[in-house]
């Protein structure tokens, strides 16, 4: 999590030992994101990639170095509320989202005169992947950063780094 604005990696991942070192390095990871970087994150599965889905520059340099140019990224939000600020949700995408199991779910986005906050970039396509995240300590690191990192109704794509 060490790096500067782009997301280059300059030392050895940052690895908090107490609460306070965490919480610095939280810290550090909400300046990156702020500044158009690209974070990674330690998950269950392996490590997450994760850059503000309203910076096209940030996005687009995700989708670089992925070799990714097409594919709808997943966009990760805070809340139900916050993902139907983005996207047109039915019944069944909305029992799915804020179920247990909570996937990723391609729905339909809104349009640009429907102010949404993800550009084209996050989903060159008419659909957007979108996932909330749960509000239990008991979800993955991935979400639960994304928790801590994310401000109010501002989205994030997150991607597998492999």
Request: hydrophobic share 35%.
């Amino acid at each position: 999590m060490n790096g500067d604005a782009y997301g280059n990696s300059s030392a050895t991942p940052a690895v908090g030992t107490t609460r306070e070192a965490s919480d610095a390095i939280i810290e550090r990871c909400v300046e990156l994101l702020a500044d158009g970087g690209i974070v990674a994150i330690k998950g269950l599965g392996g490590f997450h990639l994760s850059c503000d889905a309203a910076n096209e520059q940030a996005v687009a340099e995700l989708r670089r170095r992925k070799r990714r140019s097409n594919k709808p990224l997943a966009v990760m939000v805070r809340s139900l509320a916050d993902t139907e600020r983005l996207c047109h949700i039915d019944d069944a995408e909305r029992d799915l989202l804020a179920g247990s199991i909570r996937p990723i779910v391609l729905l339909r986005r809104r349009t640009v005169g429907e102010a949404t906050a993800v550009p084209p970039t996050s989903s060159p396509s008419r659909h957007l992947s979108c996932m909330t995240c749960p509000s239990s300590a008991s979800c993955s690191p991935i979400r639960r950063f994304n928790i801590c990192c994310l401000p109010r109704q501002k989205p994030a794509v997150c991607t597998r780094s492999s």
